[in-house]
């Protein structure tokens, strides 16, 4: 690592560094220096979205009374096939944020080599404030409101952050009795088994993070960490990524030495590991992992700034910034979440030598096991999760190769030219990815 700590602590740039689409268009431009050769207008037409929707959806509340609630639907780009992507209950959603990461999905699509385009939709709403019943019409009335926008073939949404099989049984139910006698079981993924639900897919973003961790390793990624076995690991948000990646890490021999929520973190004592199956049952009896009992309580900051091998932030965007980015000690950094990590703090991280698996390739379980999952509605058919698990590992192995080949490459040249790596893991990933999307444009022309 070059330089101390202290040197790469930038100011925090706030709300403008933040901001979704800002990262999301810096990202692109960092990768747009690799293709001079394409047209102004083919550039505009690869990033920015195809399609925007915004619907207002009344919903009458448990109590009688009527409330408004605001739902967007992005599809970014169809280049590869339907739009693909989740939908979010959150009090933050707005319509950059759902246009940042579809056009994230576009790009993890066209990375794993599915034939999907990017989408992602989003309700503005508190699910903790709401009851069940409350959800389904709002869920039902979204989907009523998007209309003809989604379907098998036009664009498939999924689970997302406070959405769950639940949420997705009752899009399918809404979109079924709205086109009857058709199957419409591809309309969405993420369902209950009972309802055309793929084996796997509940733990397929944390699973195929950590088949990107360890082929990284293996490829030689981190000088000196061919393997997870004896890494010590620590995992901000606990949620269904981060609980997954735990588990499987720790069988894998991994140490993981903190976890976090909402709410704080905890960190094992005298260096140790955690014991999981405390930290569930601690999760379990109070909401929060904050409180184990021989632990100490820290912040999700401080997680943040822990001495360890690898750092795999599956929270919400943002986390690692120019305000923090400095006090980072990890070696390797897996995206589990989409946009932990903004530009400013890309550049802070590589000055300090530290590796990051991008959330284009280390989240892109989900979408993956989606493709299965809808190939298994249309087909009529369901495949054993070995063959599930086995396909993913085969397609994220394979991403994760061309991925480190290419930054592999965009270092020699720089290296030839005299200077240091000058190109990370993101843009490499990023220019992969774009580069299958232009040349699909080049192919098909444009209409008409």
């Known amino acids: 690592m070059s330089g101390t700590m202290d040197e790469h602590v930038r100011p925090f740039g706030g709300a403008e560094e933040l901001a979704p689409v800002r990262i999301i268009r810096e990202q692109f431009a960092r990768a747009r220096r690799h293709f001079n050769h394409l047209e102004p207008g083919l550039v505009d037409f690869l990033r920015l979205p195809q399609r925007t929707i915004t619907v207002n959806l009344p919903v009458e509340m448990d109590d009688g009374r009527v409330e408004n609630f605001v739902g967007y639907r992005v599809l970014h780009n169809d280049l590869l096939g339907p739009g693909k992507g989740g939908i979010r209950f959150h009090p933050e959603v707005s319509l950059d944020e759902v246009s940042a990461l579809a056009a994230l999905m576009t790009w993890k699509c066209a990375l794993v080599r599915i034939p999907f385009g990017g989408a992602k939709g989003g309700v503005t709403c508190d699910t903790k404030g709401l009851s069940q019943r409350e959800l389904r019409r709002i869920t039902r009335r979204f989907i009523a409101g998007l209309g003809d926008n989604i379907g098998p073939y036009t664009d498939i949404p999924a689970p997302d952050m406070y959405t769950s099989a639940q949420t997705m049984a009752w899009v399918y139910d809404t979109y079924d009795n709205m086109h009857p006698g058709e199957n419409n079981l591809p309309v969405v993924t993420g369902k209950p088994l009972e309802l055309g639900g793929s084996e796997g897919r509940n733990e397929a973003t944390g699973r195929g993070c950590v ?77 929060s992992v904050v409180g184990l009992r021989g632990s100490r309580t820290i912040t999700n900051d401080d997680l943040l700034a822990l001495p360890c091998d690898v750092l795999i932030p599956a929270a919400l965007g943002g986390q690692i910034h120019a305000g923090n980015a400095g006090r980072v000690q990890a070696r390797l950094i897996v995206e589990g979440a989409n946009r932990p990590i903004t530009p400013e703090a890309d550049d802070i991280l590589a000055a300090k030598g530290i590796r ?15 493709y299965y999952e809808w190939v298994q509605n249309i087909e009529h058919h369901s495949w054993p999760l070995e063959s599930i698990n086995g396909r993913l590992l085969a397609r994220i192995n394979g991403a994760t190769d061309r991925v480190v080949s290419r930054w592999r490459a965009f270092s020699a040249d720089c290296a030839d030219a005299g200077g240091a790596v000058c190109t990370d893991l993101r843009t490499a990933a990023l220019v992969e990815a774009l580069e299958r999307l232009a040349l699909v444009v080049e192919q098909r022309g444009i209409w008409p």
């Open 211 to 287: 088949f990107a961790l360890e082929r990284a390793l293996a490829l030689g990624v981190v000088q000196g960490l061919e393997g997870v076995d004896g890494a010590r690991v620590a995992i901000q948000g606990f949620g269904e990524v981060g609980r997954v990646a735990a588990r499987l890490l720790i069988e894998r021999g991994a140490h993981v030495i903190a976890v976090s929520d909402s709410r704080g973190g905890v960190l094992a004592e005298n260096g140790d590991a955690l014991d999981l199956d405390a930290v569930l049952a601690q999760k379990a009896e109070s909401g």
């Open 356 to 370: 990051v698996l991008p959330d284009i390739l280390a989240n892109a379980g989900g979408v993956t096991v989606s």
